[in-house]
């Protein structure tokens, strides 16, 4: 009973931003490390973003320079701001989270994922 929604895709033009969010709600006791991930059309889906609950944070090279991890634990929320979009960047957008729901239950839960399209 733990879902996670994103939202905030959208289409841009190169260069242009945007600031995804991901939404946990349910039995949540505690949110531990979070991460956004992407997968383009034909691609496997790749780290884009990684986050604990301290904040230390970790990002792809290809990503690095232009996006930003964030997260609010007081609002089970993490976000993704996206700028200098590129082409490249064009994917399905995925938040992952490890979770300790309150039955003590350590869980992997996924969103159902958000599209982000960079026209170049």
């Known amino acids: 009973q733990v879902q996670l929604v994103e939202s905030g895709g959208g289409s841009v033009q190169a260069g242009g931003s945007l600031r995804l969010s991901c939404a946990a709600s349910?039995?949540?006791?505690?949110?531990?490390?979070m991460a956004w991930y992407r997968q383009a059309p034909g691609k496997q889906r790749e780290l884009v973003a990684g986050?604990?609950?301290?904040?230390?944070?970790n990002y792809a090279d290809s990503v690095k320079g232009r996006f930003t991890i964030s997260r609010d634990n007081a609002k089970n929320t993490m976000y993704l701001q996206m700028n200098s979009l590129k082409f490249e960047d064009t994917a399905v957008y995925y938040c992952?989270?490890?979770?300790?729901?309150?039955?003590?239950?350590?869980?992997?839960?996924w969103g159902q994922g958000t599209l982000v399209t960079v026209s170049s």
């Open positions: 986050i604990t609950r301290g904040s230390s944070t």
């Open positions: 349910g039995a949540i006791f505690r949110l531990d490390n």
């Open positions: 992952r989270a490890d979770v300790i729901t309150l039955t003590y239950r350590s869980l992997e839960v």
